[in-house]
């Protein structure tokens, strides 16, 4: 087992992990290492964007209409002259980040649970 301290129940709840589809994905030429902008509609949290440096394993065609997991809940984050407005979710690899998909369709805005 890991030293990582555990958390309650009510400290996962906190985290608000949902599912997004892509729908909008553009290059981001300004940010200091390679990424996209990514749009992804959250259902009833909105349309929101986010940087996100997974250009070594993912092209804008294959993101699109993707579904995803974000966090909605950090503060937003200045990002050269974007606006990140939430955390997409992924693993680090030595090929690059694999984000976290949903592996069956569920609604936009899906909370995990």
Known sequence: ??????????????????????????????????????WVDFGVHGIRKT??????????????????VGVLNFPPRQIGPFMSEFLLTGFPTEAGVVITTVDSPVPDGTRMA
């Open 1 to 38: 087992m890991s030293d990582v301290e555990p958390i309650s129940w009510g400290d996962f709840q906190k985290v608000l992990l949902c599912a997004g589809t892509v729908t909008r994905v553009e290059a981001f030429p300004e940010a200091r290492r390679p990424a996209w902008k990514l």
């Open 51 to 68: 940087s996100a440096q997974i250009r070594e394993l993912y092209e804008p065609e294959t993101l699109l209409g993707k579904q995803i």
